[in-house]
């Protein structure tokens, strides 16, 4: 048996081939769209995938104002912050978050689903979200994914 064949191979930050995909995120639910793009950001779809390296793709979401939230979450989930000063705790329903930013409770939960550390900060930077069907990157070429057929 010839052990130099079975050699595994690591991706790094030359060899990962990022893609740039557009997701359309109308009538979608937030957590299934939001699990599906943390996997396309973090690259865990691809045959290469590496844990401490930033393989995954940068990800264009078209509508995320439109999303959807199952049950009575529109009502019920609550989103806590704390101010830094006393008596500062402040809390908003998911309804009220929608209304004021609609782009946050999208946001709030991809970057729920990516790693706590360095690389998923860097990982959240290749998450772009927009209100409307447009968007600013026609220069990358993007490819249209369809969300519900991934995984």
């Known amino acids: 048996m010839n052990t130099?064949?079975?050699?595994?191979?690591s991706a790094n930050k030359a060899t990962a081939n990022k893609?740039?995909?557009?997701v359309d995120a109308e009538r979608q639910t937030l957590g299934r769209l939001a699990s599906k793009v943390a996997i396309l950001l973090r690259g865990k779809h691809k045959p290469n995938y590496t844990p401490h390296v930033d393989c995954g793709d940068n990800?264009?979401?078209?509508?995320?104002?439109?999303?959807q939230l199952s049950g009575n979450k529109l009502e019920d989930k609550e989103y806590i912050w704390h101010t830094g000063y006393p008596?500062?705790?402040k809390r908003l329903s998911a309804q009220d978050v929608l209304k004021k930013k609609p782009?946050?409770?999208t946001e709030n939960a991809v970057k729920?689903?990516?790693?706590?550390?360095?690389?998923?900060?860097q990982l959240f930077k290749n998450l772009y979200l927009y209100e409307g069907a447009e968007h600013?990157?026609?220069a990358q070429k993007p490819k249209q994914i369809n969300i519900n057929e991934f995984y």
């Open 19 to 22: 893609e740039w995909v557009v």
């Open 103 to 105: 782009l946050r409770v």
């Open 4 to 9: 130099l064949s079975y050699k595994t191979v």
């Open 87 to 89: 008596g500062g705790q």
């Open 112 to 121: 729920g689903m990516l790693p706590k550390n360095k690389l998923g900060r």
């Open 59 to 67: 990800v264009i979401v078209l509508n995320a104002d439109k999303i």
């Open 136 to 138: 600013n990157h026609e």
